[in-house]
């Protein structure tokens, strides 16, 4: 469907800041909604931020004040600017992009918040 490239994750101590990026394959598919899920160990898979086409943004409650969800249509590319990481941020990322047809996954980012 469409290939996604995840990027920026890594080791970042508490309060400091990661910027995630993740490009979408530009194969004339029409991509709606672009966001980011997070996934701990022994935890569910949760939503973090997500964004239409028309920038209608949503953020889960524990990233808001935090964590800014943007995207490039020119470059077919959704950012995630985290600020202020805690510990509790810890987990894989992944990257979804979608419209009411379909949806894709990237392969996940890694990000680890020290204490």
């Known amino acids: 469907q469409v290939q996604l490239v995840e990027s920026g994750g890594g080791l970042v101590q508490s309060g400091g800041s990661l910027r995630l990026s993740c490009a979408a394959s530009s194969s004339g598919v029409s991509i709606i909604t672009m966001g980011w899920y997070r996934q701990a160990p022994g935890k569910q898979r949760e939503l973090v931020a997500d964004?239409?086409?028309?920038?209608?943004?949503r953020y889960a409650d524990s990233v808001k004040g935090r964590f800014t969800i943007s995207r490039d249509n020119t470059k077919s590319t959704v950012y995630l600017q985290m600020n202020s990481l805690k510990p509790e941020d810890t987990a894989v990322y992944y990257c979804k992009v979608g419209n009411a047809r379909f949806s894709s996954w990237g392969q996940g980012t890694q990000v680890t918040v020290s204490s």
């Open positions: 964004i239409t086409a028309f920038s209608y943004t």
